[in-house]
């Protein structure tokens, strides 16, 4: 086994070494120019007797950033990716955590960077080249002494005291993780993903690791191509790519324009994977429908989990209304359902979801009382230490012995003396036809459920008793919304997540 995934490019370029393997709108690198710039790059770093250090990696998304992600792992240190839309307040706090020994970026950016980080060193990936300067043999001895529990990489999630949280995640960690896709998906090197996700959120994990592993090719998706819906189709067709690993909302727009009947994708794409959030079937069966020889596949996990421990293959029909599974555990990772007890839930009950194995986060990076909130001793086990990690995520077993997400633990509210999951709401209004995007919050002030909607003609306003008129079928009469808000469109947060911050802003 190996100890650094940076052993998997080696591999690769002796493979593939003109095959391209990673492309942006500017540039479409092989595996050797990829190579011999991360190496280079790491040359640099060693230098500076940097080892098992935090690197910052601040510059726009491109094939070079994830460059500087791959000197980092061969340098034997871990990186961090910076936004650098993110407001300057928020980097000034990832900083203050990370404390980084290096930052990475390029020369346009300097005065930005040496202001927000002044003591830091700063390396220029633009002026590293993908020629061979020798043997690196000072890079390889420095890889040479990382262990596999040694991070690979943090990054930061939204803290509910506003303070980011530094997740923490080691080689094995993804290198598990990525063993599995290859499995459970049969990813070759004649495959090509379409990268939707941010560096800085962990569904890129994916799409990075698994080009890295297999010789398949990763495009870097402009983000100004998801504004249109068929010119994003068309990007997808003329750079034949058969795998995308999306937010659920980037397909939901597709969808909602009919952007599917209007450009066909049949025979195109081979796998449709999401993750992130809810998936609605409305949504999903829109897609299955114009692109019915596609592998459709539900992936579930937080952060801490190395992007996600179960998955579910799309294997028979649902209606509109059906939640989608988000099904069973990956193989080397175990799932429990605990109730308040931390007892295993009984048929039918619903309870937390909890994590074990490989796929766990280290921790929260120089955060040890969060990490103990949620990163605990497995209540079953009393015979030896074993961590589990603790999801937050209300979920249950359906009849077929899949695992099906009801909401987040802080979504579960008290309305009338019920105890209510505001997701079971969400997916019985997104069933609707007159209904794209929704989102179901609970106005504590006033004990109101309040359904946000996505306004799509202004004369075309659904009135309250009409939704509830549709979906009294599908869930009790006390789960029913009292309030409907209507927005232009639904915000969505740096992921592609609903932002449900900006939406209780509303409330106030």
């Keep these: 086994m190996f100890s650094n995934i940076t052993y998997w490019l080696d591999k690769t370029v002796k493979k593939y070494p003109d095959k391209i393997g990673y492309a942006d709108e500017i540039q479409k690198l092989t595996f050797l120019q990829v190579y011999r710039k991360a190496l280079n790059l790491a040359e640099k770093i060693v230098e ?10 601040y510059m726009e998304k491109s094939v070079d950033v994830l460059i500087s992600f791959f000197a980092a792992a061969y340098s034997g240190n871990f990186y961090s990716p910076i936004d650098v839309d993110m407001p300057e307040s928020r980097i000034k706090k990832i900083l203050e955590i990370l404390k980084p020994r290096i930052i990475i970026t390029k ?12 003591d830091a060193v700063v390396i220029f ?9 020798g043997s690196y043999e000072k890079v390889f001895e420095q890889r040479d002494r990382t262990c596999d529990t040694d991070l690979l990489y943090v990054l930061f999630t939204s803290g509910s ?36 996700a941010p560096f800085y959120f962990d569904n890129s994990i994916l799409d990075i690791y698994t080009t890295m592993k297999t010789g398949a090719s990763m495009y870097i998706i402009p983000q100004k191509v998801f504004a249109w819906p068929i010119p994003l189709l068309k990007y997808l067709d003329e750079n034949k790519i058969n795998t995308i690993f999306w937010v659920p909302s980037a397909m939901l727009m597709i969808a909602k324009m009919k952007a599917l009947k209007a450009y066909d994708m049949r025979g195109k794409l081979k796998r449709v994977l999401f993750c992130g959030e809810v998936m609605p079937n409305k949504t999903l069966n829109i897609w299955r429908k114009y692109v019915p020889d596609a592998v459709f596949a539900n992936l579930y996990g937080p952060t801490e989990i190395t992007d996600a421990c179960t998955y579910y293959i799309a294997d028979r029909e649902f209606s509109d209304a059906e939640p989608l599974p988000i099904g069973r555990p990956m193989k080397n990772t175990d799932v429990l359902i605990l109730n308040e007890k931390n007892e295993p839930v009984k048929d039918g009950e619903s309870g937390e979801l909890c994590v ?15 990490t103990a909130e949620v990163f605990v001793q497995n209540p079953l086990n009393e015979a030896y230490p ?11 077993y359906n009849e077929y012995g899949e695992i099906v997400y009801l909401s987040r633990k802080d979504f579960q509210v008290k309305h009338m003396g019920h105890r209510i999951e505001l997701g079971e709401i969400e997916t019985a209004v997104s069933s609707l036809d007159e209904v794209s995007g929704n989102c179901c919050l609970y106005d504590e002030k006033r ?47 740096a992921n592609g997540k609903t932002d449900r911050k900006k939406l209780k802003e509303l409330l106030e």
């Design 48 to 57: 500076q007797n940097c080892f098992k250090m935090p690197i910052a990696i």
């Design 107 to 118: 020369r346009n950016l300097a005065e930005t960077i040496n202001a927000l980080a002044p």
């Design 125 to 133: 990936e633009d002026e590293v080249t993908d020629v061979s300067s």
């Design 161 to 196: 005291t506003g303070i980011p949280k530094g997740v923490t995640i080691c080689h094995r960690a993804v290198m598990d993780y990525i063993d599995c896709i290859e499995d459970i998906f049969h990813i070759t090197s004649d495959d090509r993903f379409g990268n939707q």
């Design 356 to 370: 074990r194995g490989t796929s766990l986060s280290m921790g929260y990076y120089h955060n040890p009382e969060k």
């Design 386 to 396: 074993e961590i589990i990690y603790r999801t937050g995520d209300i979920v249950k």
């Design 447 to 493: 004990s109101k459920i309040v359904l946000f909607l996505e306004e799509n003609f202004p004369e075309e306003k659904i009135e309250l008793e009409k939704i509830n008129q549709q979906i009294k079928n599908l869930i009790p009469e006390y789960m029913l919304p009292n309030r409907i808000v209507y927005v232009d469109k639904m915000p969505l947060n």
